[in-house]
């Protein structure tokens, strides 16, 4: 028996079904999102945008399975004896754990190597889709949620990263950010390896310490660095860190480096040779990065939207080469209205030891992968949420269950002009009918009553416009006097007067 509004249970009787012990709580398990038609709209057009993108600078689209081979996660697997830590695993048939996967790299080094003998090289390729983790979920911090990569398998050309770093700014901008609104940040593990020698640093744990010390210059600065490359720092609350140990020249000499970022590109290599000079794979680091500039420059990519950064660290122990962060500079404002800082939307870098995990031959590789939902979550903070588009379909009224081949009829026409539409199929009057469509952010209600049907009219509503008004209108005597957006028309002029609704929507 279908419900009407007035039949629906009360809030108390949904307290009592909800408390008997033999039926099941309805909730979401933790860090898992249900998504309505608008966020999902605003995540298919980003990643229509970007995929289009990727594919005129010539990258192929690859899927593979959400299951990986548990031993096929590298470095995402904290324990092989307990692979459901950090991944969401089971065994198969034959006892082998799978997992589904973390993120679409490993997937990626796995299908490279499964089939490099047939692969053109180098192997360009993009992918989107779910990944999971079996971590702890907070506030902007999932179970499940979509990435986006762009990556080339076989090339150890400098130009690869370069390109890689353009195609990141056209999908990012295709995706909705101005020109100029997210900077693509760009270092290389080489040429921290040269700090560290120059620095005198050996030890694999102080290498660790001076990284995660880099890493906070963003909230700490200078001087709170500086105390964490060397003995610690204590913070507000009486807590302790402890420093990674350096002397004070060496902690200079990482301070100096940091601060070489300020100005063009070519001015910052300048610097840094002053820094690393010397130190063979420093050198080599500022050889890959002058290629890089160069390229860049040949893509007509300024240093407004890629630049060099020393003090972008993060997946350094990871990367083998080029690092490369996207941070976006738009002012952004949280759920309060407050403003905040978004920080960074994707990343990327050179990861050439990832395909040897399978091969044992070290095979050249870099690329750049954002998560869906946060650059959505950017461009919403921004005031660019591609989602708004979200609306309804067009609802064709019901009143008379006797002219239900009528109201469909009118809704099939409808969509055949390429316009979406339904008919009402609950039970309920004109006034939860008309309540449902704006509920649903319908362009327009159709009405086809007993008179319109022997007139051959039709009653359209225009619901976006009643909308409008009713934000500004106060008076409801005004209100019924206008009758907004109402209008009865021949019904050979329905599809037209409809198009005009959503155009001007």
């Known amino acids: 028996m279908s419900l009407s509004l007035s039949d629906s249970p009360s809030a108390a009787n949904r307290a009592a079904m909800t408390s008997d012990p033999s039926r099941p709580e309805a909730r979401a398990p933790r860090g898992f999102n249900d998504r309505r038609a608008r966020d999902v709209v605003s995540e298919r057009a980003i990643l229509a945008a970007v995929s289009g993108v990727y594919e005129r600078w010539g990258f192929e689209p690859l899927e593979t399975g959400a299951f990986e081979y548990a031993n096929a996660l590298g470095k995402f697997l904290p324990d092989a004896d307990r692979p459901n830590e950090g991944v969401f695993a089971l065994q198969d048939d034959d006892e082998q754990w799978m997992a589904l996967r973390y993120d679409l790299t490993a997937p990626l080094a796995r299908f490279a190597a499964q089939n490099w003998e047939t692969l053109p090289k180098p192997f360009r390729r993009y992918a989107f889709g779910p990944v999971w983790r079996n971590e702890k979920p907070g506030p902007g911090r999932f179970r499940e949620f979509w990435q986006c990569d762009a990556d080339t398998v076989g090339s150890a050309r400098p130009e690869a990263d370069a390109e890689i770093i353009a195609m990141a700014v056209e999908g990012l901008e295709a995706a909705g950010l101005p020109a100029g609104s997210a900077l693509i940040k760009i270092n290389n593990r080489k040429l921290l390896n040269g700090l560290m020698t120059a620095a005198g640093v050996a030890d694999e744990t102080q290498k660790l310490a001076v990284l995660r010390a880099v890493d906070k210059l963003d909230r700490l600065g200078p001087d709170g660095v500086r105390l964490l490359l060397g003995e610690g720092r204590k913070d507000e609350s009486g807590d302790f860190t402890k420093g990674a140990g350096l002397n004070g020249a060496a902690a200079e000499r990482v301070l100096a480096f940091t601060a070489a970022g300020a100005g063009d590109r070519s001015s910052t290599l300048a610097k840094l040779a002053d820094v690393v000079g010397g130190s063979a794979e420093g050198e080599e680091g500022l050889a890959e990065l002058a290629a890089i500039d160069a390229a860049l420059n040949g893509l007509g990519v300024g240093a407004d939207r890629a630049t060099f950064d020393p003090s972008v660290v993060r997946g350094l122990e990871y990367y083998t080469g080029a690092v490369f962060e996207a941070e976006l500079l738009l002012s952004t404002l949280d759920e309060k209205g407050q403003p905040m800082r978004f920080g960074s939307i994707g990343g990327g870098g050179r990861y050439d030891d990832l395909v040897a995990r399978f091969t044992g031959q070290q095979t050249p590789a870099t690329g750049f992968s954002f998560g869906v939902s946060r650059l959505a979550s950017a461009l919403k903070a921004a005031g660019r949420d591609l989602g708004k588009a979200a609306r309804g379909p067009v609802v064709v009224i019901a ?107």
């Open 399 to 505: 009143f008379d269950q006797s002219r239900m081949a009528d109201y469909f009829a009118v809704a099939q026409e409808i969509r055949a002009a390429g316009i979406a539409a339904e008919v009402y199929l609950g039970t309920s009057g004109m006034r939860p009918q008309m309540k449902y469509a704006d509920r649903r952010l319908s362009p327009a209600a159709v009405i086809v009553g007993e008179d319109e049907l022997a007139a051959g009219t039709v009653t359209i509503k225009d619901l976006d416009l009643g909308r409008e008004l009713a934000s500004k209108v106060t008076d409801n005597a005004e209100w019924r006097e206008q009758r907004p957006g109402q209008q009865t028309i021949p019904r050979g002029e329905l599809t037209a007067a409809l198009r005009r609704i959503l155009d001007a929507g």
